[in-house]
Nanobody, 121 residues
Framework: QVPLVESGGGLVQAGGSLRLSCAASGSISSIYAMGWYRQAPGKQRELVAGITSGGRTNYADSVKGRFTISRDNAKNTVYLQMNSLKPEDTAVYYC???????????????WGQGTQVTVSS
């Protein structure tokens, strides 16, 4: 079973918007921090936005004011609303979550499969 499934990526023109979703599944006790990362070819994976279980958020300087991270705890889902997209936002976007399953006494960090976001100029 894949614990995190992403959707919402695609091709968009500069200035456009996309909304990414990432849903956790399984027998979950708790989900703590969730976040979005991105990785372009030849570059390190970087944190784009993070959100705690209580809703506290943080953003990379490069996306602040354009992207918004949110979560729906009832749906075990985290979202990334991306507005005013730029070509430099082009990357594979991965969600991440610290999840404690019912079979475990501690949480572990899990990654989604990645979704391609391509912004054309």
């Amino acid at each position: 079973q894949v614990p995190l499934v992403e959707s919402g990526g695609g091709l968009v023109q500069a200035g456009g918007s996309l909304r990414l979703s990432c849903a956790a599944s399984g027998s979950i006790s708790s989900i703590y921090a969730m976040g979005w990362y991105r990785q372009a070819p030849g570059k390190q994976r970087e944190l784009v936005a993070g959100i705690t279980s209580g809703g506290r958020t943080n953003y990379a300087d490069s996306v602040k004011g354009r992207f918004t991270i949110s979560r729906d705890n009832a749906k075990n889902t985290v979202y990334l609303q991306m507005n005013s997209l730029k070509p430099e936002d082009t990357a594979v976007y991965y969600c991440n979550a610290d999840i404690r399953f019912t079979t475990s006494s501690r949480s572990y960090s899990y990654w989604g499969q990645g979704t391609q976001v391509t912004v054309s100029s």
